[in-house]
């Protein structure tokens, strides 16, 4: 599988996936090694990795890259960096034009 994968996907990652309960999240150039190596979409490999994360998916389409990594992510954010990217979302929200 990693050499399927390409230069994204080592054998020891590969190895790690397979044998640990709650993998980290995968890069998005290791998401669509991933895809390449097993020929699925990139989307179905995106949701497996997720679940498999620890992660809770819903099947709505998300808009952009940048929600993705925002949901994606938002585990690995301490109290303050959450306190701090809640700010920012409320002041844009409070700003938006009219």
Same mark, same amino acid.
């Given at each position: 599988?990693?050499e399927?994968?390409?230069?994204h996907?080592? !054998?020891? #990652?590969?190895y790690k996936l =397979?044998?640990t309960? +709650?993998?980290?999240m995968? !890069?998005p150039e +290791?998401?669509?090694?991933? =895809?390449? =190596?097993?020929?699925?979409?990139e989307?179905?490999?995106?949701h =497996?990795?997720q +679940?498999s994360a620890? #992660?809770?998916? #819903? $099947?709505t $389409?998300?808009p952009?890259? !940048?929600?993705?990594?925002l949901?994606?992510?938002v !585990?690995k954010?301490?109290? $303050? +960096?959450?306190?701090s990217?809640?700010a920012?979302?409320?002041?844009?929200?409070?700003n938006l034009? $009219?």
């Amino acid at each position: 599988m990693a050499e399927r994968g390409g230069e994204h996907l080592s !054998k020891s #990652y590969v190895y790690k996936l =397979a044998t640990t309960d +709650q993998p980290a999240m995968p !890069k998005p150039e +290791q998401i669509t090694a991933l =895809a390449a =190596a097993l020929e699925l979409d990139e989307g179905v490999v995106m949701h =497996a990795a997720q +679940q498999s994360a620890g #992660y809770h998916t #819903y $099947e709505t $389409e998300t808009p952009d890259t !940048k929600t993705r990594i925002l949901i994606a992510n938002v !585990k690995k954010l301490n109290d $303050e +960096q959450l306190a701090s990217v809640a700010a920012l979302v409320e002041f844009h929200l409070r700003n938006l034009p $009219e």
